[in-house]
């Protein structure tokens, strides 16, 4: 990929902090979120025009109509502005206005359609965008969006991991799974990664947690939903924290170096590789044993999924948490790889006709 850094995201070797509300909802918002946020160390003031809105009925954005009001917030407090897109129109409508960087919304990502559009639409102008992640955990789709957005010529490209939604009710709005920008940031190193710990939260509380988290994992800046009055904000009111709320945030922050410098780890890092060789002979001979009864299974013409031995495992599993040192998250994830894997290696035998 043919990558140019985005200037106005960094104003020293700190973590770029992109704030703002979630939607623009009148020019007295905005310019009081501005206000409290000018100066004091935010590098881009984001804002919602467009909203893309799971459930029709809900509040859709001001659209164009918000757009002198991000003209205001540039002029009067200095600050580069940010809003999302979701089509041609959009990009038009934002790059004459004098929009600074856009972003792509989680939705509009899952969308190669509407990507490509985006594209075509940005040719030949180079403002720097972000891509975040889509819905769904595809690394793939998230990274032909930003191939799509750089064929087209833009190169001052960047990401933002919000999170990946899942059914049902879970602790975090959208589930961070760290590994897949981490995955990227192997796969493209010099590709900038922000964290919106907002979206993947879903409530403010979390916040905190999800920022240190990130900065820990060395993500390269932060944007955090901020509103004046966050119970009364037209889209995700829960996860919005105002700007005092933010500085708190950001003050306790603990920054770490990603230079390792004179610390060696080689130590540790042998033991952990003997350890993960060991877990992988281990894995292999139960294996073995698996394929041993997927024989059983095909010659008695059984089938390879037996739901009772199932439940079995998943309980058992339970003990290996009980007593706090692993995570049950984590140990269910473990057991689950382990049966899939055990079920794959028996699929193959008993349709081994040469068996
Ligand atoms: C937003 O940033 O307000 C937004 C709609 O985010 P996402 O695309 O991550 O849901
Ligand atoms: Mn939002």
Redesign the pocket.
Same mark, same amino acid.
């Given at each position: 990929m043919n990558l140019n850094s985005i200037d106005i995201l960094k104003n020293s070797s700190a973590p770029t902090i992109v704030a703002g509300p979630?939607?623009a909802e009148s020019e007295e918002q905005v310019l009081a979120v501005a206000a409290a946020l000018a100066g004091r160390g935010v590098s881009l003031f984001?804002a919602?025009l467009w909203?893309?809105r799971t459930r029709p009925g809900c509040f859709e954005g001001f659209g164009k109509e918000g757009l002198p009001w991000l003209q205001k917030v540039k002029k009067e407090f200095n600050l580069p502005v940010a809003t !999302?897109v979701a089509n041609a129109e959009h990009v038009e409508l934002a790059l004459s206005a004098g929009i600074d960087l856009l972003?792509i919304?989680?939705?509009?990502t899952a969308n190669p359609f509407a990507v490509q559009e985006i594209a075509d639409a940005l040719r030949g102008c180079d403002v720097p965008v972000l891509v975040?992640n889509p819905?769904n955990p595809d690394l793939e789709l998230w990274i032909g969006a930003l191939e799509r957005l750089n064929n087209a010529g833009i190169t001052r490209l960047g990401t933002?991991h919000?999170g990946f939604s899942s059914y049902g009710e879970t602790y975090f709005r959208?589930t961070p799974q760290w590994q897949l920008p981490l995955e990227l940031r192997r796969r493209i190193p010099e590709l900038p990664i922000l964290c919106?710990p907002?979206?993947i939260a879903g409530k403010r509380e979390l916040i905190m947690m999800l920022s240190q988290q990130a900065l820990d994992l060395n993500f390269d800046g932060l944007?955090v !939903?901020t509103h004046c009055n966050p119970v009364c904000a037209l889209?995700?009111a829960r996860q919005q924290v105002t700007p005092d709320e933010l500085f708190v945030i950001l003050d306790r922050l603990v920054h770490r170096s990603s230079n390792a410098g004179s610390c060696d780890f080689s130590l540790y890092r042998r033991q952990i590789d003997e350890i993960d060789d060991a877990i992988i002979e281990l894995m292999a001979k139960r294996m073995n044993i698996s394929r041993e009864i997927g024989a059983i299974k095909r010659d008695k013409g059984i089938t390879v999924f037996q739901p009772f031995r199932y439940n079995e495992i998943m309980q058992r599993c339970e003990e290996y948490y009980r007593d706090g040192r692993l995570s049950a998250a984590s140990v269910k994830e473990v057991f689950e790889a382990i049966h899939a894997e055990s079920v794959r290696q028996q699929l193959l035998i008993v349709n081994d006709n040469n068996g």
């Open positions: 979630c939607s984001r919602g909203k893309p !999302e972003w919304g989680a939705r509009t975040k819905v933002i919000r959208n919106d907002s979206h944007m !939903e889209s995700d």
